[in-house]
């Protein structure tokens, strides 16, 4: 049966629960070795993780030099059982994802990217908070990790969802939301199985970024776990990651494109998939936050002048591309 998730900015209050130590499946793809150094100290956060009940699948794509580099790396360094499975034949992250998730045994499946780091808190609080019987998906905190070259901690945070991260959300409590946040997700395996995983139509394919093309997996995703179980997703601020902002990622170049994606994503997803009263609530909240930020701008052009100009440029460019894309969908 389906219902209409809430949506609350405050404590979340599930059902009373007795506390078990369920299997957790991390589930990572790569595809370059040019992630190996994200990748290990990915791992080496998993190895200082409080909670011990872990696996950990790395899914490589295309790319056998990481893979064996990788498993050199794990036979040496992690402590955590670990492994390194090589695609020969590459068809994207949603198909590297979802193969994981078969290849996988956790009860609680988690899927992070590449080049995060998490906190050693991390699976205790995923695993606290999706042993409540109405819960089917847990997210967290994306916190960006500037590059130490190119450190730009003026960016506003309004803009995280460029580069994948949550700052924007502003929650402090255990909130229900409507989707995971795709760099730090994780779903009860049950309920993957349910809806088949990731729709393999979406996604980057061949797991490599290409910035023009449409996204929205985890948002889909999400919805139809919802919209099969009824039950919540809620954004643990316990459940923390860091994402590593490399430097391409700084660039007028990659901002623009993103934009525009992410426009193009919000489009295709409003003629995809059946909306309820949560599906683009978080859409509606970035707005809102973006027209906060202009009006914190205007005091600033005397006093900060510099850090106001830059921040309007970006609005502009951002905006701009995030309509364009919006409006260059057209539904097959």
Known sequence: MERKARFAE???????DTMTDPLLSIV?????????QNIIDLLCS?????????????IIEDDF?????LRQHIIQHTSKPTRVIFLETAKGACWARNFGLRESC????????????LTSEWAKSLIETHNRDDVVGVTGPVLPKWNKEKNWEWFPKEFDWIFGCSRWLGFDKKTEVSSVVGANASFKREALNEVGGY?????????????WQITGEETDLSHRIRARTGKSIIYDPGACVFHNIQSYKMSLSFIFQRAFQVGKTRRMLRTFQVEDETTFRLEHLAIKNILLRIGYCI???VSKPIIALRTIFLITIILGASFLGFVSYRRK
């Open 46 to 58: 998993i190895n200082l993780q409080t909670y011990s009940q872990i696996e950990t699948l790395v």
């Open 299 to 301: 005091p600033q052009l």
């Open 199 to 211: 729709r393999e139509t979406l996604g980057a394919f061949w797991s490599r970024r290409q910035e």
């Open 10 to 16: 405050s404590n979340f209050k599930g059902t009373d």
């Open 65 to 69: 030099n990481l893979a064996r580099r």
């Open 28 to 36: 990572i793809t790569s595809y370059t070795v040019r992630r190996l």
């Open 106 to 117: 956790g009860e609680i499946v988690a899927f992070v990217d590449d080049d995060v780091i």
